[in-house]
T-cell receptor, first 117, second 111 residues
Framework: GAVVSQHPSRVICKSGTSVKIECRSL??????MFWYRQFPKQSLMLMAT?????????EQGVEKDKFLINHASLTLSTLTVTSAHPEDSSFYIC?????????????FGPGTRLTVT | KQEVTQIPAALSVPEGENLVLNCSFT??????LQWFRQDPGKGLTSLLL?????REQTSGRLNASLDKSSGRSTLYIAASQPGDSATYLC??????????FGSGTRLLVRP
């Protein structure tokens, strides 16, 4: 149980175009999903917290107009990288949280490798 | 601001060795701590979650301990195997259920 999928797994796009990444919780409903990015050989950095039916909360330094997040249902959150540039090339990973005892546990998707040429 | 540090950054051991990975965090006010495994180019697999009221969790050959007051956690891997080679990340959940990650320990288990 607690499977999270991402689509696509890999995408190459030209500079200036927009790219949408989907994150789905396959066998559970997630009121909260998270988006991270990871540069090579570095750890995960939280970009934003996505709550179903409300606006995402962005971390300091993350441009909300560039990284559009929509959490339209309890099983789907999307991240759109608008007007992508080569510096946006990275590994994007989403997670969905599920109650675990007195706290929550996050389950991660397999990630999306974005390359902007 | 919460900071998470993992030592060592990289580790190479022969197959069969028992090993310990270390994680420290600066703010002891956490809800839980999770250990993850990440294979190259892949997402994260959750290994163990320790709630703030717990001191350790075990799963198979893995044992994770938590000392919240000193801001430390260890992941113990018994009888290591080549298939254990991966990057191991620890993360703490301090507020709003947001995870703060360490930089990871890259483990290589040599046959």
């Amino acid at each position: 149980g607690a499977v999270v999928s991402q689509h696509p797994s890999r995408v190459i796009c030209k500079s200036g175009t927009s790219v949408k990444i989907e994150c789905r919780s396959l066998d559970f409903q997630a009121t909260t999903m998270f988006w991270y990015r990871q540069f090579p050989k570095q750890s995960l950095m939280l970009m934003a917290t996505s709550n179903e039916g409300s606006k995402a909360t962005y971390e300091q330094g993350v441009e909300k107009d560039k990284f559009l997040i929509n959490h339209a249902s309890l099983t789907l959150s999307t991240l759109t990288v608008t007007s992508a540039h080569p510096e946006d090339s990275s590994f994007y990973i989403c997670s969905a949280s599920l109650p675990s005892g007195a706290t929550y546990e996050q389950y991660f998707g397999p990630g999306t490798r974005l390359t902007v040429t | 601001k919460q900071e998470v540090t993992q030592i060592p950054a990289a580790l190479s051991v022969p197959e069969g060795e028992n090993l310990v990975l270390n994680c420290s965090f600066t703010d002891s006010a956490i809800y839980n701590l999770q250990w993850f495994r990440q294979d190259p180019g892949k997402g994260l697999t959750s290994l163990l979650l320790i709630q703030s009221s717990q001191r350790e969790q075990t799963s198979g050959r893995l044992n994770a301990s938590l000392d919240k007051s000193s801001g430390r956690s260890t992941l113990y891997i018994a009888a290591s195997q080549p298939g254990d080679s991966a990057t191991y990340l620890c993360a703490v959940d301090g507020s709003s259920y947001k995870l703060i990650f360490g930089s990871g320990t890259r483990l290589l288990v040599r046959p």
